[in-house]
């Protein structure tokens, strides 16, 4: 982190800019953000950027790999398969926590990663309105490879809409409008002019599905889908109320949601790296480790950190009657390295990538941060508290 930027931020901070800045969010919403967005950006220091820029690569080798689909073809349930899974993923998210190692610099150390959107049109909006309500310096960036704001959108565009119209690209999610993250969905609608529509927005007609605008038929070319089928799994009659959207239809998926699944925690115990904690299948762990206090058990198919044991036992390891669907995995310490007015704060930062149809190799693009004061990095663990929440990372040009 680059202490000097740190100090000057918080010299500077006031509760009456950090209100400009929640104004400059919600100048375009009719709702206000549906999550806590922190009063501070994270400023990292080139080292920290590099290597999280290398992290990132050492685990696409792995996921770039010739047999990465067969590798992970057990971990795509049998009922969320879905016809025509694309050659590669759109899009590909890998969270790190900042750390310390043993010598005392830090590091990042992988906690998730995922094959599947995020906030891409918020967090390119979110860093617009840092950098207005609280003038920070324009030598800092928030865009890798070489982007700017505009190269950047251009490349996001080119993933999601391709060689389409618009109106004929759908944002698709069930019940759109009322998800958290719809923010994000009204600002990629502003960037790109995409329309937004729920899963029981969709009709068909032979293979095609379309929407109705003014009552008329629109036919979708493409998906972009926020999907995610944890969000309908409790209804196992869904697919008698809507299109069954598994079935073998002549649209584009952007990006497929077998993906999803395939780069997820499933993935973890296939990547091996100073950055990567040690992962293993739960079938495949070749003895109980004595010191348990250092591990998390997780299941592999949850969603938002559900069924995660934290302060894991032997018995816990033993009452598992699927071994096959958790991992045992190398308990992450986060460092407090974002300095607060009051005190040191956690940090996690989400690297994502863009990766257009005709691209050879993924692009990094953009980030995500989220500080924390709570045991874990999330809403529910970090109520009350203040400096907490969604973010941006900044870093030198």
Not at 172 to 187: C, E, G, N, R, Y
Not at 256 to 277: G, V
Not at 285 to 300: R, T, W
Not at 325 to 347: F, R, S, T
Request: hydrophobic share 40%; with cysteine; net charge negative.
């Amino acid at each position: 982190m680059v202490s000097a930027a740190r100090k000057a931020f918080n010299e500077q901070f006031s509760a009456e800019k950090y209100q400009d800045f929640l104004t400059c969010l919600h100048q375009d919403l009719k709702d206000e953000v549906a999550f806590r967005v922190a009063e501070t950006p994270v400023f990292l220091s080139q080292e920290l950027k590099d290597k999280l820029v290398l992290a990132g690569d050492e685990i696409l080798k792995t996921l770039l790999e010739p047999g990465f689909k067969k590798l992970t073809d057990r971990s795509i349930p049998k009922k969320w398969k879905v016809a025509n899974e694309t050659n590669h993923p759109h899009f590909i998210a890998f969270d790190f926590a900042i750390c310390k190692d043993q010598q005392g610099e830090l590091i990042p150390k992988l906690i998730e990663l995922q094959g599947f959107p995020s906030l891409y049109g918020f967090q390119s909006f979110l860093a617009d309105c840092y950098q207005q309500a609280y003038d920070l310096p324009a030598d800092w960036d928030i865009y890798f490879s070489g982007l700017n704001k505009a190269s950047y959108l251009e490349l996001f565009k080119e993933t999601i809409i391709g060689p389409y119209q618009p109106k004929e690209v759908v944002l698709m999610d069930v019940d759109a409008h009322q998800q958290k993250t719809s923010v994000d969905f009204l600002i990629t609608q502003k960037y790109l002019g995409i329309p937004i529509v729920s899963l029981e927005d969709l009709k068909q007609e032979g293979k095609q599905l379309y929407y109705l605008a003014d009552d008329q038929k629109v036919f979708i070319k493409r998906i972009y889908n926020r999907l995610i089928f944890d969000e309908i799994d409790t209804d196992p009659a869904i697919f008698d109320k809507v299109v069954d959207i598994r079935q073998d239809l002549d649209v584009e998926w952007i990006t497929h949601p077998e993906w999803f699944y395939r780069i997820s925690k499933f993935t973890m115990p296939f990547l091996h790296s100073k950055f990567i904690p040690k992962t293993w299948f739960l079938n495949e762990l070749p003895s109980i480790p004595a010191n348990l206090e250092n591990y998390v058990l997780k299941p592999l198919f949850s969603f938002a950190g559900q069924g995660v044991i934290i302060d894991v036992k032997e018995a816990d390891i033993h009452t598992i009657t699927d071994p096959e669907n958790w991992v045992l995995q190398e308990k992450v310490i986060y460092e407090p390295v974002v300095q607060a007015p009051d005190d040191g704060v956690k940090c996690e930062i989400r690297i994502l990538y863009l990766w257009p149809e005709e691209d050879k190799q993924p692009t990094l693009a953009i980030n995500l941060a989220r500080l924390s004061r709570g045991k874990m990095i999330g809403v529910r663990y970090n109520k009350d508290f203040n400096w907490v929440g969604g973010t941006v990372a900044f870093f030198p040009k």
